[in-house]
């Protein structure tokens, strides 16, 4: 299960993913009618961004032209007996040249990641024990920047800010625009296990094989002379997981 906890109350809860995101013409064969296509933009929930965001280039460097640095509604104390004050947290910010912290980035990397912006979701988040959560771009949408794919240990590490994302931009464009509940990355839990891959002995791959043909036979539809015709089938006997968000 995924917990999560806004860092202020206009800050826009996880939504489930879609089947499709584009408002599409009239017409046969669009990509996301691919029903394993439509599991997969499906599969998760949307962190959407929490404030518009807007990006241009200025001599070959990106610059954040819509900074925002929000306040907590909660208060914090550093100490038992301390007075507490809101938090704050900045919506965007761009690794820096020749920094340390939070961790070292020397010269001859910089170039490497000049085009990317780590943007906050403003979301506190941790999973049940084992949990993982996996963060990605949504899948086949494109984009004028991708989300940078991480896998984080939210079940033991109690991070103290809001999770962020990492965005690479397109150094091709002059300005990138990302509006407030746009779907900004896409995250779902993952066990902590031992995942195996083992190669089918050849009678394993018979009994397989031999399936796959009975399954054609039972289903499949007289196509042309070469094949059947298993449109729709497969979606009907799909089995789709479930992602919701409480109230």
């Known amino acids: 299960m995924l917990h999560y906890f806004k860092f202020c109350s206009e800050v826009p809860a996880p939504a489930p993913a879609r089947g499709a995101y584009h408002k599409r013409q009239p017409g046969k064969g669009w990509p996301e009618e691919c029903p394993p296509?439509?599991?997969?933009?499906?599969?998760?929930?949307?962190?959407?961004?929490?404030?518009?965001?807007?990006?241009?280039?200025?001599?070959?460097?990106?610059?954040?032209?819509?900074?925002?640095?929000?306040?907590?509604?909660?208060?914090?104390?550093?100490?038992?007996?301390?007075?507490?004050?809101?938090?704050?947290?900045?919506?965007?910010?761009?690794?820096?040249q020749d920094q340390m912290l939070p961790h070292v980035i020397t010269p001859e990397v910089y170039p490497e990641i000049e085009n990317q912006v780590k943007v906050s979701t403003l979301l506190f988040m941790r999973t049940e024990s084992d949990e993982l959560l996996y963060f990605c771009d949504i899948p086949n949408l494109s984009r004028p920047f991708?989300?940078?794919?991480?896998?984080?240990?939210?079940?033991?590490?109690?991070?103290?800010?809001?999770?962020?994302?990492?965005?690479?931009?397109?150094?091709?464009?002059?300005?990138?625009?990302?509006?407030?509940?746009d779907p900004l990355c896409r995250v779902f839990t993952v066990r902590r296990e031992h995942y195996r891959a083992h190669e089918m002995s050849f009678d394993d791959f018979g009994s397989y094989f031999e399936r796959s043909q009975q399954w054609l036979r039972e289903y499949g539809r007289e196509g042309d002379a070469e094949s059947l015709d298993i449109t729709g089938t497969y979606g009907k006997q799909q089995q789709l997981s479930r992602f919701s968000v409480d109230s």
């Open 37 to 96: 296509m439509r599991a997969a933009n499906s599969f998760g929930w949307d962190l959407l961004c929490p404030s518009d965001l807007e990006f241009s280039r200025h001599e070959g460097s990106w610059r954040l032209d819509t900074p925002v640095t929000l306040e907590s509604d909660w208060d914090y104390a550093a100490a038992a007996d301390g007075a507490g004050v809101p938090l704050t947290q900045e919506n965007a910010w761009f690794w820096e």
């Open 146 to 181: 991708k989300v940078l794919s991480a896998l984080v240990d939210t079940d033991w590490y109690p991070a103290s800010y809001p999770w962020h994302c990492v965005l690479e931009l397109d150094p091709s464009a002059e300005k990138i625009r990302i509006a407030r509940g």
